[in-house]
């Protein structure tokens, strides 16, 4: 099945609605995504003909259930191409995959005097966690920082990823900026140092092709919601000797080998990893949204993606009294701008434009220590995903000149 870009926006019923009389124009794609009919369908079917919990069981709803859960994970595995099932794991989402590897890896293998390294631009899910382990184990916590136009700075990172860092850990795209990270390359300077390279995949993985193998990342971390799936549904991936020999994350039910009353032993991968009952159906709607964005094809969205931020970017640029930050090079772009209103805070930007039917965020996004770092405390934000259009950008363009004369003048002219 091959999905055409030019008639999907059928599958997407929450977008055929009004927002304040006006026609919703939904520009929140990095919060999360909208979900189309396809995997609507498959958490109802689940639920109406399958449901039961996984691998306990051995009646027929049990074994369906379990086959529908793992045939998940293969959907995922295929996608990112990672070598194997069992080195696709299941979490709630990225922050829970990246605390997973934090917690286990890191407790483990990160010592007093150790280095970790991050990018200033992470968003506080691939942050606090590091920035946690380095208290706890009195290890240095390290910045890589940003060119002028907020790209990532490489040669800060030859220079910061030293003999002494054990961990470096870096978005593949930023979610305020919308820049994308050269990740493979951060994970050959990681290894040649006897580093692992940790990528937070959030940003990435709904809008290009990923292939894990590829770019030798040691972990990557992903979540449903923002790929067209359920929230608390997500993917961390490793690879198999790290996952082996680290500890588990969580005890209970299902991860385990055998119980005796003062010890235990762990099952194999990945149930090591899935303690409890899992998001059985959450799996299932992420493997249809992964059926759903093949038939789609990554290369077609991110070109998609791509031609919007190519027509809008310079537009939004030259537009009076508009800062973008951020990369001004469309072909380093994910479909993620952020930008202020000069004199407007973007809480005023956001819901002016709300008025106007467009759906943005506005805020620190998560990342702070960003924020700082570009002398700002927040901005507004748009980003786009396979369902918007150019027509989209320029109802976007529309609103924020109705909103700069709404509040130069207190009105709006009438059109
Ligand atoms: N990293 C990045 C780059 C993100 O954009 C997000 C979500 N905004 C996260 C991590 C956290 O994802 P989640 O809230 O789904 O765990």
Redesign the pocket.
Known sequence: MVKNLNNLRADFPVLDQTVNDEALVYLDN??TAQRPNQVIAALTHFYQTDNANVHRGVHSLAERATADYEQARRKVQTFINAAEPETVIFTK????GLNLVASTYGEQNVAAGDEIVISIME?H??LIPWQQLAHRKNATLKYINLTADGQLDLDDAQAKITDRTKIVAV?HAS?VMGTINPIKELARIAHNHGAIFVG?G??AVPHMAVDVQDLDVDFYAF?G??MMGPTGI?VLYGKRALLEAMPPYQFGGEMIGFVHQFDSTWAELPYKFEAGTQNIAGAVGLGAAVDYLTAVGMPTVQAHEHEIVNYLLPKLTEMPGVTVYGPQDPANHTGVIAFNLDGLHPHDVATALDMEGVAVRAGHH?AQPLMTYLGLTATARASFYLYNSVADADQLLVALTETKEFFNHGTVETK
């Open positions: 990095a919060a989402g990225t922050t829970d968003h899910s691939n978005a979610n937070d959030a940003q979540s919601h923002k997500g998560c």
